[in-house]
């Protein structure tokens, strides 16, 4: 009795584990950041944020054998329909290959390796704001100068879609 509990318990732990992981990735996805601080999905991008995690969390749990593609296409159709945002700076296939393999790790109860994952992607977040021709930067943390000031200008077109572009 005592040792179906304790690996119930183990599973539980993981798949809160790969939850975190899921967040982790989210939170550090640039789109993502801007959108959510420029307001894109209205007044309550923040908990839209917070809820895409336990949505993408769910889209695995549901579809065990996804397609890369598919991954892609699930989190640009959040993205276009909760901040009305088109992604386009390549980062959806990143973010879409971090999920499916922290996914991975989960399934085979990879403990160590999904920490690992999630502690990286922590340790490489950083803030990161649209610049002036509606671009974010790359990924990249510079170090704050004496006057780094960021100028937060996202590309609106006419139709009313912001598009997060690769800063060329």
């Not at 992981?21 to 959510?36: K, M, S």
């Amino acid at each position: 009795m005592l040792r179906g509990r304790m690996m119930a318990g183990a599973a539980e732990d993981l798949r809160a584990l790969f939850g975190v992981a899921v967040r982790a990735a989210l939170e550090a996805w640039p789109a993502l950041q801007i959108a959510v601080e420029n307001g894109f999905g209205g007044v309550h991008s923040q908990e839209k944020a917070e809820w895409l995690g336990g949505a993408v969390e769910e889209y695995f749990f549901r579809n065990a054998d996804l397609e890369l593609d598919e991954v892609e296409d699930f989190l640009g159709e959040l993205m276009t329909n909760e901040f009305d945002t088109v992604v386009e700076d390549g980062s959806l296939p990143q973010v879409s290959q971090q999920l499916q393999t922290m996914f991975h790790h989960f399934q085979r109860g990879d403990r160590a390796a999904l920490k690992e994952m999630a502690s990286l992607i922590t340790q490489r977040k950083c803030k990161v704001a649209a610049t002036n021709d509606g671009a974010a930067t790359d990924g990249v943390c510079p170090q704050p100068g004496p006057d780094s000031q960021t100028i937060k200008e996202e590309e609106i077109v006419e139709d009313g879609w912001t598009i997060v572009r690769r800063k060329k």
